[in-house]
């Protein structure tokens, strides 16, 4: 599967998941699609690249 990117320059490629994270990182694009639309990188919601661990107290018992 592909993500379509739109770069500052206007420019529309299509890229693998793994490189639209480096892309955003690296501030190479503005935009990606997604099955809702295009999302603005710095404006819309975006997950990052972190790690996901939880670093809270343990609730469980």
């Given amino acids: 599967m592909l ?6 320059t206007g ?3 299509q890229v ?6 480096k892309l955003i ?5 503005i935009q990606f699609m ?7 990188v710095g404006f ?3 997950r ?4 996901h661990a939880y670093a809270g107290p343990e609730r469980r018992s």
């Fill in 3 to 8: 993500i379509r990117v739109r770069h500052s």
């Fill in 11 to 13: 420019k529309i490629e």
């Fill in 16 to 21: 693998p998941p793994r490189k639209l994270q």
């Fill in 25 to 29: 990182d690296k501030r190479k694009i």
């Fill in 34 to 40: 997604r099955s809702t639309g295009w999302v603005t």
């Fill in 44 to 46: 819309d919601p975006i």
């Fill in 48 to 51: 990052n690249g972190g790690d």
